[in-house]
């Protein structure tokens, strides 16, 4: 067997993410601004709600289906962007952004730097974006 | 008693070089045929020999180089209609696909033919290619699009289907065989149970046409769609097969070259059957690929293919319902299905599984495969599906096996 080149992609922090996602199914339906954003390709649904108060994050959920690089990635950014500012916010998803496509690490993206793996697996790249491309919409509509 | 490996057809493995490939350093266990079938040598060989020896338009030129490629061209619709034992050569027409040749019907005779009112009969098992077209032609003539239900064993309910077929019904499009769990619906019964209430019934074949022996008129099927690409032909090659009456009475669906006869300055007369509809230069070395490829299917013959296929797919269903968290969805035995064999294993994603196979090399599918219907149907977002075709064998699915249970203990027991 040659599963261990997956401890690339599965990392024990990651997979402790994904187990037990942060920020999950929290909020209720109404509260808040929400967006759902869904992958065509493989079918990830994110739904991702946020309270936004005085240029602020001060509360936040994500609810949806998808795989475990989904899961640790959507709860790995909910941590990160809770209580930020939406300036702080918009950094960090261009840090984020960076990471996966240049695979420059940013110490600001914290746990969610364990997932620089995924480029590894070009085809798992879009499972770690998705939850951070409903965040940019959502910072679009705000 | 038969030894495993005979359920396998492992002396034609040599016909397809792709075969001899490694995948992240193993050998390729090519398991997604239902995406897109692997091709033989022969057929390679057949398109890049048409490129370099016969390369010219069809039914152009006054020269000898366009009349070889003419006569492949006329050739490989004559290998269809032979293959799927169509009446009359002129039923068979040339498309990109599957998808292509639905929408020509749901477009040209669709749209001919309803009106607000009348009712078009789908099912669960619909691939979004035999769905979409259909959706959309209901929105734009007021049409009703309905549902059959299946049954347990998710098969297709047949009391329900009865019950929903009445005069209203004026198409009944179903797949033949079902791209996410197998099934094959009984068309030739389903036929004859439509045209008593004077439905034409459109076939999705693109999961049929490579696995099991077709019969159009047998089936009595007014219309039947299927690709090249997944009965081993190349990419970009359909057929959509309809009766002639029918064909002869609805327009083309796109205009230009090659389907017209004589064009004035504001108005043109069209082709007879089959060019009418094939606006164009078409897919040359497709449509003689795809002959090429059905030329490999009969050397070998479609009963004999099914068979094996079925062995084969019996043997997947049980080592595969063995392993202790997995889930098959559909029919969890050999009879009345292909080897397309959908399941979930553990509590463990579709995409986790689909990567941690293929670092061994196993190519499988996951997702929602076009179906998503069928998926909300089951209760499912997603699943992984294994597709068998004449070339697998019971050794690979040794090793599918091997690896799923691998897999399992790595997510779970290894990230509790």
Request: hydrophobic share 40%; glycine share 8%; net charge negative.
């Amino acid at each position: 067997m040659t599963l261990h080149n997956l401890d690339q992609l599965y990392r024990q922090v990651i997979m402790t993410y994904a187990k037990h996602p942060h920020h999950f199914q929290s909020l209720s339906a109404d509260t808040g601004q929400a967006v759902t954003k869904y992958n065509p390709t493989c079918g990830d649904l994110i739904k991702l709600t946020l309270v936004i108060e005085n240029g602020r994050v001060q509360d936040l959920s994500f609810d949806g289906d998808g795989c475990a690089i989904f899961k640790a990635s959507a709860s790995m950014m909910t941590d990160l962007i809770n209580h930020k500012s939406i300036e702080e916010v918009q950094r960090l998803s261009q840090q984020f952004s960076a990471m996966m496509t240049d695979g420059q690490t940013s110490a600001a993206l914290g746990d969610a730097c364990s997932l620089i793996g995924v480029r590894k697996f070009p085809t798992r790249i879009k499972c770690a974006t998705l939850s951070w491309h409903a965040l940019d919409e959502l910072l679009i509509q705000n | 008693m038969q030894s495993r490996e005979s359920y396998s057809m492992k002396e034609c493995r040599a016909d397809f070089p792709i075969l001899n490939e490694k995948i992240n350093g193993q050998p390729l266990i090519y398991l997604d045929s239902a995406a897109t079938a692997q091709k033989p040598a022969k057929v390679l060989a057949k398109v890049q020999d048409y490129y370099q020896h016969q390369n010219a338009n069809v039914h152009r030129g006054v020269y000898t180089l366009s009349q070889a490629a003419t006569d492949l061209y006329e050739g490989a619709r004559n290998q269809v209609q032979a293959f799927i034992n169509a009446a009359d050569w002129t039923e068979v027409l040339f498309t990109r696909g599957t998808t292509e040749s639905i929408n020509w019907v749901s477009t040209a005779y669709g749209q001919q033919h309803l009106q607000a009112g009348d009712e078009i009969l789908v099912s669960y098992l619909e691939h979004h290619s035999n769905l979409v077209p259909w959706q959309v032609l209901a929105q734009q003539t007021g049409a009703k699009l309905r549902y059959v239900e299946l049954d347990e064993a998710g098969r297709l309910d047949l009391v329900d289907l009865r019950h929903k077929l009445n005069p209203s019904t004026k198409i009944v499009a179903l797949t033949h065989v079902s791209n996410v769990t197998g099934v094959i619906n009984p068309i030739a019964q389903i036929t004859s149970w439509a045209h008593q209430v004077g439905a034409v019934v459109v076939v999705d074949g693109a999961q049929a046409a490579p696995h099991l022996p077709v019969d159009v008129q047998a089936l009595d099927a007014d219309f039947y769609a299927f690709s090249g690409h997944k009965l081993m032909g190349p990419t970009g090659i359909g057929v959509l097969y309809g009766k002639k009456a029918l064909l002869e009475e609805i327009p083309p669906v796109q205009y230009g070259g090659e389907m017209i006869e004589y064009v004035g300055l504001d108005e043109a007369t069209f082709q007879p059957l089959p060019w009418r509809f094939e606006a164009g230069t078409p897919n040359i070395a497709g449509a003689i690929g795809l002959g090429a490829a059905i030329e490999y299917l009969r050397s070998i013959g479609m009963a004999q293919i099914a068979a094996n296929e079925a062995q084969l797919t019996t043997y997947a269903l049980k080592k595969l319902g063995a392993i202790e968290g997995l889930q098959i969805y559909g029919p969890t035995n050999g009879q009345n299905r292909t080897g397309v064999i959908t399941f979930n294993l553990a509590d463990i994603h579709p995409h986790d599984v689909a990567t941690a196979l293929d670092q061994e090399g196993i190519e499988v599918r996951a997702g929602h495969h076009c179906a998503q219907p069928l998926m909300r149907y089951l209760g499912v977002t997603a699943t992984v599906r294994v597709s068998l075709y004449l070339y697998n064998t019971a050794a690979e699915i040794d090793r599918l096996v091997a690896s799923l249970v691998a897999i399992k203990e790595y997510f779970v027991d290894d990230f509790t």
